[in-house]
């Protein structure tokens, strides 16, 4: 009896177990109320206690045979929570702890090698392993692109993705591949409501991919800086420098002004500089800010154009943080040395929900040729 009296109040008392539950609550006054009146050398002591602690109002001279009510009652409260207990545990662990959506995102030849399972994250080893491919290859083959054929098939894979979250509302996904910046984004923004991601790049050293590392990683030095803002702008642009710079004449080509210039950029612009969430997570910040910020001050008719050259991984966490109903509309811009300008079409990544994405290119663009994202 004394050991259960023990458990009861070791479980209930102390503020650091607020959360107790409502029978436990019940238990130890019954029992402590219980274990007084059948105890006479303490009970005086105890009942004065528990009727200032607990309001019970049990009278001093009350009979031996209360108490033994008492903790009768104490111990049927105790039991009954641990069943409870035991039963809410069980049905946690029969519950299937969901599934991992490997999704393999390529538009470039020759296509990347898919992700081994070994290469799962521990903490989602024990989940189903689905994998799911989105080539996007052929859409920019044979010195043409088509843009728009890419967008549609991606969609599809959209319309997937969101049959399998429907189906299984806690399941995760890892996004990993080579594919142009536009459908990047496009990808992000499209998932972006799944709660747990996993990021994959390209070790170069190896050729094996691996998940981005968690902690802090190195100090990349990241700026941002308003290098223009007219007084009356017709556009803003949002040029983020992570591998690469992103010169302004080529960005003028494809943009009129007067436009609003905001330049996010690592010191010094390089390859391979993103290898830890908590990189990602600061760039992202500094790029949701900024879309938060021209959202406030900005006319709503105004078009925010995203030129960006980094890592696919930082790409896809970049469209995660675009909205639908908050932000302007959004156009991700894709980068070609070999096509005039430059920059010669973009997809509008934030359209309207059920809408397909608009394919956007500046007037003065020649058909454009595959290239490098």
């Not at 894979?157 to 142009?180: F, K, N, Q, T």
């Not at 100090?219 to 992570?242: E, Y």
């Amino acid at each position: 009896m004394f050991k259960l009296l023990r458990r009861l109040i070791g479980r209930s008392g102390g503020p650091e177990n607020r959360n107790v539950p409502g029978h436990m609550k019940l238990a130890v006054p019954l029992m402590v109320g219980g274990t007084a009146v059948v105890s006479p050398g303490i009970k005086d002591a105890l009942m004065s206690f528990l009727n200032t602690r607990y309001h019970l109002g049990l009278p001093l001279d009350t009979p031996w045979y209360v108490g033994l009510l008492l903790t009768q009652s104490a111990v049927v409260v105790y039991f009954y929570d641990e069943h409870g207990a035991r039963r809410d545990r069980a049905v946690a662990a029969a519950k299937p702890p969901g599934m991992f959506v490997a999704l393999h995102h390529q538009s470039f030849d020759p296509p990347s090698r898919r992700l081994p399972d070994r290469a799962v994250p521990t903490r989602l080893g024990h989940r189903t392993i689905r994998h799911v491919e989105c080539d996007q290859s052929p859409f920019f083959s044979g010195g043409m692109a088509d843009p728009a054929g890419a967008v549609h098939q991606q969609d599809r894979m959209v319309s997937d993705l969101s049959a399998i979250r429907r189906a299984d509302p806690d399941a995760a996904i890892g996004y990993y591949g080579i594919v142009h910046v536009p459908l990047q984004l496009l990808a992000g923004c499209s998932v972006s409501t799944w709660h747990e991601v996993a990021l994959f790049e390209l070790n170069r050293t190896d050729k094996q991919r691996r998940e981005l590392g968690d902690g802090r990683g190195p100090d990349l030095g990241l700026t941002v800086q308003t290098v223009s803002r007219p007084s009356r702008p017709v556009a803003a642009v949002i040029r983020i420098a992570i591998s690469y710079d992103v010169p302004l004449a080529d960005v003028a080509e494809a943009v009129e002004g007067p436009f609003e210039d905001i330049r996010v950029a690592i010191a010094p612009p390089r390859i391979d500089a993103v290898t830890h969430y908590t990189q990602v997570e600061m760039i992202c910040t500094a790029f949701r800010r900024i879309l938060d910020d021209l959202q406030a001050r900005l006319g709503k008719d105004t078009i925010v154009h995203v030129f960006y050259a980094g890592p696919v991984s930082l790409g896809f966490s970049l469209g995660r943080r675009i909205s639908r109903t908050i932000h302007h509309r959004v156009q991700v811009h894709n980068y070609n040395a070999h096509a005039t300008p430059r920059y010669a079409w973009g997809i509008e990544v934030n359209g309207e929900a059920g809408a397909m994405p608009a394919i956007v290119k500046p007037a003065q663009s020649n058909a454009p040729s595959a290239g490098s994202p």
